[in-house]
Each structure stands twice: as C-alpha cells, then as structure tokens.
C-alpha cells in the first residue's frame, strides 16, 4: 500500500509539471501549448502553467509585449532554430493619416498604448522630442501620444518617406519592464534576446530568490529620458534588482547587457544574498557596467567577465561603480572585444583649446599644436572667451589658416545656480558699511534699488554725511560691467560701501544688464543684499554678445558655428538660446550633470539631461584628455580605443578639449589623432 501510494504520487508531481510552447507567428491562445498548436502570447502562457512547468519560445519570434513571471520554479527557454526569441518595446509605425498642419498621426499594435509623461518615439535610430500636446508638434523629430493608441508626429509628408523609419517604444517608461520577476523563486530564464525598451530589461523585486539567467542579451538601446517625470535620463537598466531586506540568490551566465544605462543594475538585497556573474559582458552603457548601489555587506562578485567602455559622458570608461567584488579572470580594462552589431554611427570627433583671452599663455600653446593638425591635414577649434579681449590678430592667423574660431561665452561665468558655494546665481554682495568697520559709513539707515531704464544702482543713506548717495548707470562703461562696476564703488567709496563680487571669477566681465531688478527698496545698512541675475537676460548676452563682438574684431570672420559652454554646462533653454543666435552647434555637457555637483543642488534631479534630447542644435560633449598626461603611446591609443567604441554605439559627437595649463605634449596630441583616425574616426 506505501509503495502504491508513493507511486501514485510520484505520477501526479509528474503530471503536473508540464512543457508549453509559444510562438507570436503561427500560436493561438487556446489549448495546453503543445508543439503543434503552440500559444501566441506571452501573457496568456503565465495565465495558463503552473508551478515547475517549462515555456519554451519559438526562436526568430517577436514579442511586443512583457513577460511577467507568474510561477514560482518555471524555466524559460527557446525551441526551433534561428535567432532567440526576441521581446522588444520595437513597434514600427506605419498607417499614417494626415492631421493637417505637418501633424501625421498613426495607430500602435493591438493590445498596445501609450501616454503623455511615457515612452519614446525613433525616427531612423534617432530619439525624437516628446511634446505635451498635439498643437506642441512643430518641428522635425517632434511627438506626442494621445493617453491612447495613436502616435502623433511632425513631418512635410508621410512619415514613411520623410524619415523611412518611424517606431513606437513600448511597453515604456520608468515604471515597465520586459520581464518581471516579483517575489518568485526556482525561476530559470535562458536563450532570449532583449532590446528597446527605456525602463527596466529585468526587473527582480520582493522575495525573489535562486533566479538564473543565462545566455541572454539584453540591451535597451535608448535613452530613458522623460521632462515629465521627476529624474530624467537615468534608464534603461538592463537587468535591475532591488529585493529590499529579502535574501537573494541570483546567477547570471553568459550574459550581455549593452547599450543601457546601467547594464546591470542591484540597488537593493537583504543579508546573505549572493549574486554572481560569470562570463558576462557589459559595453557601452551610458553610465556603469556594473553597478551595485548598496552600502552594505557586498554580495555582488563578477568573474571571467568583460566590461568595456561604460560611462559615455566620461573621459575614462566607468565599468563599475559600488560595492562590486572583483572576482577573477576578468578581461583587462580597456582590452577592445571583438562585437558586432555595436558600431552604429560613425564616430565624430573635434579638438578644442579654450580660454583664449581668458587663461595667459593659451596663444603660445595653441601654437605648439597647430603643426600637430596640419601635418595631419586636419584643423583644430579655438574657443576665444570675448570678454577678456582675446588677441584678435592670434585669432585672425588661426582662422586664416584654415582652423575654426569658436565663442567661448562672454565672461566664462556658468548657466545656472547648481547648489554649491560658487554659485553662479549670485552677482555681488553690497553693504552700506559695515558700521564701525567703514569709518565713513555713519549713516542711521540705507537701501538700495536696482531699477528703471537705463537700468540704475541707487542707494538712498538717511543720517550721513551726505554725498553718499549712489546713482549708477549700469550701460555705460565701465560701470557696465560687473567688474568696473565693482572697482568705480571701490575706487570713490572705500569708507563708506563694501562690494564683493559672487561670481565665479573676480574679474569677471560680466554685463550689469543681466541684474535681476531690485525695485522695492532694499535694507543694505543691517546686512549685505547680494544681488543676483535675470538667468533668460544672463543667457542671452552671453551668448550673442560674444558672437557679436567675434565677428566685429576679428578680420575676415564671417561666422561662429559652435557656442562652447563654460563648465560644460548647458541646459534645454540654453540650448534653444544658442540655435535661435545662429550657431549651429554647442559644446557643453560633460557629464550627466557639472561637476561639483551635490545632492543638495535645486537642480539636481532635473539635470540628467544625459545627451541625446533631440534639441534643435547637435549637443557636442566636452570631454579632456588632460587626464593621459604622461602615458606612453600604447595606454593612450587603448583608452581613445574605447572612446571611439562609445562614440559608434552611440552616435555621440565628443568634443575633446584641452587647456594651455593642462600641460599635454603636442607628441601626446598627435598621438590621440592618429588613434581616432586609425579607427576610422573623423575629425
């Protein structure tokens, strides 16, 4: 009787763990999914296993739709011949109606949508602008989703001629993933390909626990960035775990994740968790390769792996960042795989020196270097900072030669307030006193106003000596300035009022005009009123007045193409400010956000600007090489190796740029330029 029992159930533990196949081309969703009469979707596959069953997909399949694991012990694995089943947020778009008005709109796959804060939209591999409403689609590369199944986008004609290509991103969003893994355990997923999606490839939340994944790309191909939520540009993530407090143990095998954010992704995992990789690979992603978030006790160890150019915003690759284990047998840094698939632009490069005018000495180095470009047939950028009365007989001879003459800003002060000690917000400081320091500031009271047309500093004292009274005009020189204004109050009033400048630089020739008016009067007297700018007026005189002095001064200059931005910050309104001055490119984003930043910044979570939002001019990222200072020629052609790698994957132009005190070798240049056209890079 215990044997016919043991029996009895040993067949029914049989019965119950079941093969089921899926095929989006020839299943329907009815049946038990055998191999001739396989399912078609995937939700409808995780509506009809049980626990310990296998899914097999269909390999040269598509899915356009996310695999949310519904069992616990389940294994995922491909059957047929051809490519690996692919799940993909790639939905081409192709009935298109005219909306008038150059607005063309076009229906998403059945059992699709999308909304207005999420998704993306690809005209020929390139990321468009999404737009709040459908009268906002005015300009190419232009989108909008309706809340509903139907995409909207800006075109002269059918979409399908005037770009050839046009697809939706979906399921989309912070929020999705293509696969979901929440509180399940005993999962094993193998053999699938993974790709366009700008949330989350993988997504291991909760209880999950002894989870494999192997033989697997997962590449999200996009950049996630979204002005309509909180932080923008910092997905996709190619595989993500975050279980919280809850112990896990997670195995990936032969795994790529490519061309995301993060290719892998742990920002959370209980005590005793244990997750390795082991012969993965990670190229390419805009941030990390690999990165582990956690501040406790490390669980995250990669062996036999290969990382290689992560980190699209930096000089030097960032293949892992946190608290990741460095196992063993890993590829050396900077070691170029042989990939295909990956080089999908040409790679664009330009060779910038700045501060001209602003930094002694920048003319003689720059001097030093032009013989390194015409020996290549190649030429270089100059940066003139026009403030600084830059030398324009220099800068004629450059330009002369052939080479390009940029604007380097104004006053080479920064874009925006970014939270920290500089900030670039404040103009100056000024103080009626103070009291029994300035032996002339003897005054009951004092305030100020900065007001009318043309825009005037005046101080009102109450009680004093008399004469101490200040009117000035600040459009005319020198009070004009921000540093003649601060040297006429020095110079006429040393007893009596205090100025400190809260710029960036003392000197700087920051124009008064951009002064945010003060015009109900303020109290100078009790303390100092640190005066700030009007950013739009700070913008916009930086911009075009340094174009405009350039092209006044400096002979047989007939244009400035490229705005270079101080700091290599710049910001979506910056950007609009420079196409409508007419340049047609700015240098600027060095990194995701500038450096010096802290959490603290106001501007912080909003600055991920992350490249690649579709503005109206071509965003160059500035990137230096001062960094490879004194390596030898075989160090510097492997890490610029990586740097072209980037720039093909990514479609990126990089703006390297150097400085007169950055000390790089005219030998160290020549040698970057011949590892860029080695690899069949233009410069």
């Known amino acids: 009787m215990i044997r016919r029992i043991l029996a009895l159930l040993v067949l029914c533990v049989c019965a119950q763990a079941a093969t089921h196949y899926v095929s989006s081309t020839t299943g329907v969703n009815s049946g038990t999914g055998p191999i001739g009469a396989p399912w078609q979707t995937l939700a409808y596959a995780m509506t009809n296993i049980a626990a310990g069953d296998t899914v097999l997909l269909l390999r040269g399949d598509v899915w356009n739709e996310a695999l949310v694991i519904s069992q616990n012990n389940l294994m995922i694995d491909a059957y047929g011949s051809g490519p690996a089943p692919r799940i993909t947020g790639y939905q081409a778009l192709t009935t298109w109606t005219s909306q008038g008005s150059n607005v063309w709109s076009a229906p998403m796959a059945s059992g699709t949508s999308c909304s207005p804060s999420a998704g993306s939209v690809l005209f020929n591999e390139v990321?468009?602008?999404?737009?709040?409403?459908?009268?906002?689609?005015?300009?190419?590369?232009?989108?909008?989703?309706?809340?509903?199944?139907?995409?909207?986008?800006?075109?002269?004609?059918?979409?399908?001629?005037?770009?050839?290509?046009?697809?939706?991103?979906?399921?989309?969003?912070?929020?999705?993933?293509?696969?979901?893994?929440?509180?399940?355990?005993?999962?094993?997923?193998?053999?699938?390909?993974?790709?366009?999606?700008?949330?989350?490839?993988?997504?291991?939340?909760?209880?999950?626990?002894?989870?494999?994944?192997?033989?697997?790309?997962?590449?999200?191909?996009?950049?996630?960035?979204?002005?309509?939520?909180?932080?923008?540009?910092?997905?996709?993530?190619?595989?993500?775990?975050?279980?919280?407090?809850?112990?896990?143990?997670?195995?990936?095998?032969?795994?790529?994740?490519?061309?995301?954010?993060?290719?892998?992704r742990f920002d959370s995992y209980g005590v005793g968790s244990q997750i390795t990789l082991t012969g993965?690979?990670?190229?390419?992603?805009?941030?990390?390769?690999?990165?582990?978030?956690?501040?406790?006790?490390?669980?995250?160890?990669?062996?036999?792996?290969?990382?290689?150019?992560n980190g699209i915003t930096t000089i030097e690759s960032t293949d892992t960042t946190g608290n990741v284990i460095v196992g063993s047998g890993n590829r050396p840094a900077n070691e170029a795989p042989v990939v295909q698939g990956l080089a999908r632009f040409p790679a664009l490069f330009s060779f910038t020196i700045d501060d001209v005018g602003l930094s002694a000495g920048t003319e003689t180095y720059i001097d030093t270097l032009t013989p390194v470009f015409d020996a290549r047939g190649l030429k270089m950028n100059m940066a003139a900072t026009a403030g600084y009365n830059p030398n324009t007989t220099e800068l004629a001879a450059w330009l002369a030669a052939g080479h390009e003459i940029d604007s380097h800003s104004w006053s080479h002060e920064y874009y925006a307030n970014v939270g920290d000690s500089t900030s670039s917000q404040n103009m100056f400081a000024l103080q009626y006193g103070p009291v029994g320091t300035k032996t002339a500031a003897t005054g009951t009271a004092a305030t100020m106003t900065i007001s009318g047309n043309p825009l005037t500093l005046s101080t009102i004292v109450t009680g004093g000596p008399g004469g101490q009274?200040?009117?000035?005009?600040?459009?005319?020189?020198?009070?004009?300035?921000?540093?003649?204004?601060?040297?006429?109050?020095?110079?006429?009033?040393?007893?009596?009022?205090?100025?400190?400048?809260?710029?960036?630089?003392?000197?700087?020739?920051?124009?008064?005009?951009?002064?945010?008016?003060?015009?109900?009067?303020?109290?100078?007297?009790?303390?100092?009123?640190?005066?700030?700018?009007?950013?739009?007026?700070?913008?916009?005189?930086?911009?075009?007045?340094?174009?405009?002095?350039?092209?006044?001064?400096?002979?047989?200059?007939?244009?400035?193409?490229?705005?270079?931005?101080?700091?290599?910050?710049?910001?979506?309104?910056?950007?609009?400010?420079?196409?409508?001055?007419?340049?047609?490119?700015?240098?600027?984003?060095?990194?995701?956000?500038?450096?010096?930043?802290?959490?603290?910044?106001?501007?912080?979570?909003?600055?991920?600007?992350?490249?690649?939002?579709g503005v109206d001019v071509q965003n160059i990222i500035s990137l230096t090489p001062a960094l490879w200072h004194g390596l030898t020629q075989a160090q510097i052609d492997a890490k610029v190796g990586a740097l072209v790698f980037k720039a093909r994957a990514w479609g990126l132009p990089f703006g390297l740029f150097a400085h007169n005190t950055d000390v790089m070798t005219a030998q160290e240049v020549g040698w970057i330029l011949d590892s860029i056209l080695g690899r069949h890079g233009q410069i």
């Open 469 to 613: 009274n200040l009117s000035i005009n600040l459009t005319t020189p020198p009070n004009d300035t921000l540093a003649g204004l601060v040297a006429t109050i020095q110079a006429n009033y040393p007893n009596v009022y205090t100025i400190t400048p809260k710029t960036i630089r003392s000197n700087a020739p920051i124009h008064n005009v951009t002064l945010a008016t003060v015009s109900t009067a303020v109290d100078i007297r009790a303390a100092a009123y640190t005066a700030v700018r009007d950013t739009t007026a700070f913008w916009t005189d930086e911009i075009q007045k340094s174009k405009e002095w350039l092209l006044a001064h400096v002979s047989g200059l007939a244009s400035v193409p490229v705005y270079v931005y101080p700091g290599g910050w710049n910001t979506p309104a910056s950007d609009s400010l420079v196409a409508s001055s007419g340049y047609v490119g700015g240098r600027g984003q060095i990194g995701m956000h500038p450096p010096g930043h802290t959490t603290a910044s106001p501007l912080f979570a909003t600055d991920y600007t992350a490249t690649g939002r």
């Open 280 to 309: 993965c690979r990670a190229f390419a992603n805009r941030d990390v390769g690999i990165f582990d978030a956690t501040t406790g006790t490390p669980a995250v160890t990669y062996n036999y792996t290969h990382l290689y150019a």
């Open 127 to 264: 990321i468009g602008q999404r737009q709040s409403a459908q009268n906002a689609v005015l300009h190419d590369r232009d989108f909008w989703c309706n809340s509903g199944t139907s995409i909207y986008v800006y075109a002269a004609s059918s979409p399908s001629t005037y770009y050839r290509t046009v697809a939706a991103i979906t399921p989309s969003g912070n929020g999705n993933s293509l696969i979901s893994i929440a509180g399940k355990t005993g999962i094993t997923i193998q053999h699938l390909q993974l790709d366009y999606f700008d949330g989350y490839g993988v997504y291991v939340s909760g209880t999950a626990t002894n989870l494999t994944f192997a033989n697997m790309s997962v590449n999200g191909i996009l950049i996630g960035e979204n002005p309509f939520v909180t932080i923008a540009g910092s997905r996709p993530y190619g595989f993500y775990v975050a279980t919280g407090t809850s112990a896990t143990t997670i195995s990936f095998v032969n795994v790529d994740a490519h061309l995301n954010y993060d290719g892998f």
